[in-house]
């Protein structure tokens, strides 16, 4: 048996914003926006070439979902964004306005950064160390 997590669900406030912060700001790129009634819509984006995971932009629907944009993971980092070139990537967004919470540092696992999307999820960005 062959298995892959395909998607993970981040709850957003507003599809368009979402989907500009991540392929604007992250550089990630639109993989699909279907619209499927009822204003709801299937929006993926992934970080470009990756083949891999997808972040699956998921609507607030309802005073619950909405209390939850921005705080999945009650302040932990939530999601780990893997890069060939941490400089690169970390002055790239830099430049484009994402806030890093703390200066890159170097751990025994590789080069690392928090950074918060635009509803204050946190993020690493991560160069693994060779």
């Known amino acids: 048996m062959v298995q ?5 669900t981040l709850v957003v ?11 604007k700001k ?4 639109l ?12 929006v993926l984006v992934a970080p470009r070439g990756s083949g891999g ?11 619950r979902q909405q209390a939850r944009i921005g705080d999945q993971t009650g302040g932990r980092v939530f999601l780990f964004l893997q890069t060939d070139d941490f ?15 703390e200066a890159p ?5 590789g080069t690392v950064a928090v950074f918060e999307d635009l509803y204050g999820n946190l993020w690493d960005l991560i160069e693994p160390a060779r």
């Open 31 to 42: 993989v699909e926006d279907t619209k499927l009634g009822d204003g709801k819509r299937w």
């Open 53 to 63: 995971t997808h972040l699956l932009l998921a609507k607030a629907d309802g005073e």
């Open 105 to 109: 540092r170097n751990e025994a696992y």
């Open 87 to 101: 400089d690169r990537d970390h002055a790239a967004m830099q430049r484009v306005g994402v806030r890093f919470r």
């Open 13 to 23: 406030r507003d599809y368009d914003e979402a989907i500009e912060f991540y392929t």
């Open 4 to 8: 892959n997590l395909n998607a993970v």
């Open 26 to 29: 992250v550089g990630f790129d």
